[in-house]
């Protein structure tokens, strides 16, 4: 039985076909290649949190990730995209950041669709969560973020 289970688990079930869907921003082909799953890995132990991480951090736009596996050898890789909700501007440069805090990108100027936070001690890198100094302020600005939303409030900054 434990041999069965080990053959499972190492030799039997390689990934023979990859695809990937969901994404508007990226293709299936940049999904894949940034994923770091390869055919002929086992389709079980792939490693999925570190593909999740592979995605998130090198394609910053991906907010979810899911692995759909059709057997006996295929596996969807499922995204979906995040979109900038606010912005921080960090030296001469703003950062467009989603719900969730995720930093999905550096631009020049302020996005039009966006609103501005100011908070000192703040740190911006693009594929990582926004960095505040402490996590009062992370409760701080999803209680903002949450209470924008709920009393649909437009706001510059």
Do not use: H
């Not at 969901?22 to 593909?51: L, M, P, R, V």
């Not at 057997?71 to 979906?80: A, H």
């Not at 609103?115 to 701080?140: H, P, Q, T």
């Amino acid at each position: 039985m434990i041999t069965a289970v080990i053959l499972c688990l190492t030799v039997f079930f390689p990934i023979n076909s990859i695809s990937a869907s969901g994404s508007n921003i990226y293709t299936a082909d940049e999904i894949i290649a940034q994923s770091g799953i390869k055919a002929g890995d086992n389709i079980f132990t792939f490693g999925e949190k570190q593909a999740t991480a592979n995605l998130k951090k090198n394609l910053p736009f991906i907010e979810k990730v899911d692995f759909v596996r059709n057997l006996p050898d295929g596996l969807l890789i499922k995204v979906s995209d995040a979109k900038a909700y606010f912005c921080y501007k960090q030296g001469e440069s703003y950062y467009n950041v989603s719900k969730s805090g995720w930093v999905l990108e550096r631009v020049s100027e302020k996005s039009e669709d966006v609103f501005e936070v100011k908070l000192s001690g703040a740190e911006c890198k693009v594929g990582e969560m926004i960095a505040l100094k402490d996590e009062n302020s992370r409760e701080i600005l999803e209680n903002l973020i949450t209470l924008l939303e709920e009393n649909s409030f437009k706001v510059d900054s």
